[in-house]
């Protein structure tokens, strides 16, 4: 008993305990849900505010997004209408000329055609008569055409026509045509080349496809044609006659055969495959072939006989070589690099046309269309600098070419004066080559001065008196007189001192006289 008041005494003070700290924890627990509840309230509240706010943050990068977006293409509108400024005036009048040039286009094209298709046998005289008989009949029969229609420059750009020129084509105008329906007509060329320079122009220009090189009386002819086609290499046929071998007629009419993707053709009683890149020329050295129809109608008859003209430029060009061997060097560099130029901002033109073309939507939203368009602009900044410095050396290098000019003239005129000999007798005949290597001989033992007015007439002086000895000593005793005095009156007719009319006169007397052009007798008896 005494153990359990002991216990008792001790559990009874808890017991107590225990009612006073039940009613706090109830009093605590009421407190907990009151503030529970203004918790949740708040909460709430806050939920809402915190949607405001990401609503409000959202909305601002928005606002964000869009205003970088409008600032990127203001950015862009503003490079596009710099970049474009520039163009405007030129576009809006190359706009207004194409339009005049597509309303002449069927006339241009028609005297193009016509070019390409009838003037390749001809001289440029000849050709120039051509053209004029054909425009009039294009206004006989109301076809509108250009009055001032330039063929070279309608056919071929001039970056294509410098990279000719370096690839050895001569610079004179026939020979650019010639090159043109080299490159342009649809048959396969057949080049009249008595001195050569045609088929030194095709090897330099076909060297990087691996041209090959055949004759008719070579026993591998026809392997070597064959496997022209079947890889697709360009052909050169040198020095044929007036007759091609048969087994070419299929060759040059493009009798091709379709077999699946591919083509095929009988070259003799075998087939071949036609790959993509076969080009076929034919050159030979006759200078006045006669062929048949047939022939002319297969091919396209190219005359590349050197015209004066042309051989004066290439005779400037070998005497500079020898003389001031670094003025032509430059000038090789800088012909290169104008044609380069030239043709980079060709194709920085081309590939800005393209794109504005194909670009789908706005022009502002195309930031690769910018990007082009600034390299563009910039690059052609740069490239006309170029060639505005490039003419300037251009025309100081021309200048002091030119003052060799009188040397290529003067071997121009022996060199032709030489061949006219021809017809005299048959048997005077001289090659360009040997021409070349009197008139080089004549550059190296001709006396030197370091004045170039001096210089210049050592040169002429030597040159004449050596291509007058080396062709004598082939002449016949009857012929000397007439060709000496054929060499000075050429010389005389070049210089000024002797006239055309008074030239014909001497050599036909009355039959030179234009019977319209004299005085009319005054009487009838």
């Known amino acids: 008993m005494s153990f359990f008041f002991g216990i008792n005494k001790e559990v009874l003070p808890l017991k107590a305990n225990l009612a006073v700290q039940a009613g706090r924890l109830i009093i605590a627990n009421s407190d907990l849900a009151e503030a529970q509840g203004q918790l949740d309230e708040k909460q709430k509240e806050l939920d809402i505010v915190q949607a405001k706010f990401d609503g409000a943050v959202s909305h601002k990068q928005m606002l964000m997004d869009d205003a970088e977006a409008t600032r990127r293409k203001m950015t862009n509108a503003t490079a596009l209408i710099e970049g474009l400024a520039g163009e405007k005036t030129r576009w809006t009048e190359a706009g207004l000329r194409f339009s005049d040039q597509i309303r002449r286009l069927v006339g241009d094209a028609l005297l193009c055609t016509g070019f390409l298709s009838y003037s390749g046998p001809f001289n440029q005289e000849f050709r120039d008569l051509l053209i004029k008989n054909w425009k009039i009949m294009c206004m006989r029969n109301k076809i509108p055409f250009s009055e001032e229609l330039d063929i070279i420059k309608m056919l071929v ?226 490239v006309s600098e170029k060639l505005s410095t490039a003419a300037e050396t251009e025309i100081k290098i021309n200048t002091a070419r030119e003052e060799y000019r009188p040397v290529a003239t003067r071997g121009s005129i022996l060199y032709f004066l030489i061949v006219s000999i021809s017809m005299v007798n048959n048997m005077y005949q001289t090659s360009l080559n040997q021409f070349l290597e009197q008139f080089d001989l004549s550059l190296a033992l001709s006396d030197k001065s370091p004045i170039t007015a001096k210089r210049i007439k050592s040169i002429i002086n030597y040159l004449t008196y050596a291509i007058f000895k080396y062709t004598m000593r082939g002449l016949y005793e009857e012929d000397r007189f007439l060709f000496t005095m054929l060499l000075a009156l050429n010389i005389d007719l070049n210089s000024g001192r002797l006239r055309q009319e008074e030239f014909q006169n001497f050599f036909k007397g009355g039959a030179a006289l234009d019977l319209n052009s004299v005085e009319p007798k005054p009487k009838k008896w």
């Open 157 to 382: 750009d001039s970056a294509t026509a410098g990279e000719w020129v370096l690839q050895g084509l001569p610079t004179d105008n026939l020979s650019i045509e010639n090159g043109i329906i080299v490159t342009k007509a649809t048959r396969f060329p057949l080049l009249i080349d008595p001195q050569g320079q045609a088929t030194i122009w095709i090897k330099k220009r076909e060297q990087k496809n691996e041209l090959a090189v055949s004759q008719l009386n070579n026993k591998y002819f026809r392997t070597h044609l064959e496997d022209a086609l079947s890889l697709g290499r360009p052909f050169l046929l040198e020095d044929v006659g007036e007759e091609l071998d048969p087994a070419l007629d299929n060759v040059l009419e493009k009798n091709f055969i379709k077999q699946g993707s591919s083509f095929k053709v009988k070259v003799g009683d075998k087939e071949c495959d036609v790959m993509k890149g076969f080009i076929m020329y034919i050159t030979t050295k006759l200078p006045n072939p006669v062929y048949t129809p047939e022939i002319s109608a297969r091919t396209s008859i190219i005359d590349f006989t050197v015209t004066q003209k042309g051989l004066e430029d290439q005779l400037l060009g070998r005497v500079i070589v020898t003389e001031k061997a670094e003025l032509e060097s430059e000038r090789n560099k800088l012909m290169e690099e104008v044609n380069a130029n030239k043709k980079r901002m060709q194709d920085l033109e081309d590939n800005l046309l393209k794109r504005l073309t194909e670009t789908q939507g706005s022009l502002v939203d195309d930031e690769d269309l910018i990007v082009v368009l600034q390299v563009t602009k910039k690059t052609a900044q740069d």
